[in-house]
């Protein structure tokens, strides 16, 4: 199957027209902020926000771009897996924010190619992901090196993208360098790894 790119091409056409800026995680309580919603059933909603030059494009040809990216992957699949809310100009046209919904973390990963798990940890286990044992909580504490074994049933989110992470659900552990506005939404733009865990307190 092909991989369609939305989330790329549309970084990649801004960038055609100037240098781009990404504003995930830029100024706390900022509206500016790309994040990626994931619910209880693994539905996840995504908001990407980037600098916008409304001399070299136009929100209807950058909207007409999204959704045919949209339809491309949709079509390998009986029902639709993706879609596409709006895009839209704020700021008075300074930031192009795209809005869409995906059926499952899978679906997220496949379409803009970057790595996002949602699932048990021991669902994590069997699609080959290990549970990092550098984990900490809010105190800085360490996670026990056997908390995967003695909670298969508690769920982690393990991604590669940077945007904020709102969980369904509280998160009680997260890779170093990861920041917690409130109880479900983390902040990932401080971190180094590649690869970052939220371990969840259901």
Do not use: W
């Amino acid at each position: 199957m092909g991989k369609s790119i939305t989330k790329k091409t549309l970084v990649q056409a801004l960038a055609m027209a100037m240098a781009l800026l990404t504003m995930t995680g830029c100024g706390s309580g900022s509206t500016e902020v790309s994040s990626v919603t994931i619910d209880k059933d693994g539905h996840i909603s995504n908001v990407i926000y980037e600098t916008f030059d409304k001399e070299y494009y136009s929100l209807e040809e950058l909207s007409d771009m999204a959704s045919k990216e949209v339809s491309e992957y949709n079509s390998e699949y009986i029902s639709p897996k993706i879609s596409l809310d709006k895009v839209e100009a704020v700021d008075d046209g300074a930031f192009v924010k795209l809005s869409m919904n995906y059926d499952s973390a899978s679906d997220f990963s496949n379409f803009n190619d970057e790595s996002l798990f949602y699932g048990t940890l021991e669902e994590a286990e069997a699609a080959g992901y290990r549970m990092s044992g550098e984990l900490i909580d809010s105190n800085g504490v360490k996670i026990e090196s056997s908390f995967a074994q003695d909670h298969p049933d508690r769920h982690i989110i393990i991604t590669t993208d940077k945007s904020n992470i709102i969980a369904p659900f509280n998160i009680e552990y997260t890779s170093k360098g990861v920041t917690l506005l409130g109880k479900k939404e983390a902040v990932l733009e401080g971190t180094t790894a590649d690869s970052i865990q939220l371990l969840l307190s259901k």
